[in-house]
């Protein structure tokens, strides 16, 4: 499928497929990290990571900063995949996306399955960290590790590939940090929202609020782990993702 859009990278085409699990990275993030959960998941679910502009076989594109403007681009891009069954999976900023294409797409009368919420608060619950997108390069680093950690030692002192890398990165705290919910018709599908135990940023509560967004059921997990949880508890997570999926196999 990466022939047939550049939006999407690294999956696996599943001939025996029944549902397309789109899956949207977060901040800093590319669709590698969802690589490898193709093998995880059996073959009705087939895995389609989103590859945004301005990270990796896409690197040379100018990043999206502002979430109408990407959600627009996924839409068209995303259509035709859209006609048979499906679902979305968010990760952090990803959630953002996921959510207002979801709505986008609703406007169509086109439906997700299923919308699984990972480390991420509601949206219209506002932005509580500090503003970064805009601090200068070597302050800006700091503050995403002192909140995440997540950068590794030998890219930070890497200064060519922290070059390449920086534009999508900010792109992406610029999108978080300047997201403007408002205020629409719960979409239909129900959610299942992932936090990691010991992650500051997302509580139990932020997760329980996505009951506003739905008009479906609501479920929520507390996986052991920080806000990059899919590190432990990765296998847990698919385990779910596959039980709720399964409903619509064979419900």
Known sequence: MDALSPWIAYCKPKPKRKIRLFCFPYAGGAASVFARWHSFLPDSIEVCPIQLPGR????????YSHVPDVVCALKKALLPFCQEPFAFLGYSLGNLLAFELAR???EEEI???HFFVAAHRAPHIPYKEKIIHSLPDLLFLQEIMERYNNIPQEVLTNKEYLDLILPGLRADYTMVETYQYEEAKPIQCSITAFGGQEDPTTSQKDLLAWKQETQGNLRVFMLPGDHFFIKLSLNLFLGHIQNDLDQYLHG
């Open 56 to 63: 990796e076989n896409r690197l040379s594109e100018a990043p």
């Open 104 to 106: 986008r797409l609703e």
């Open 111 to 113: 439906f997700p399955l």
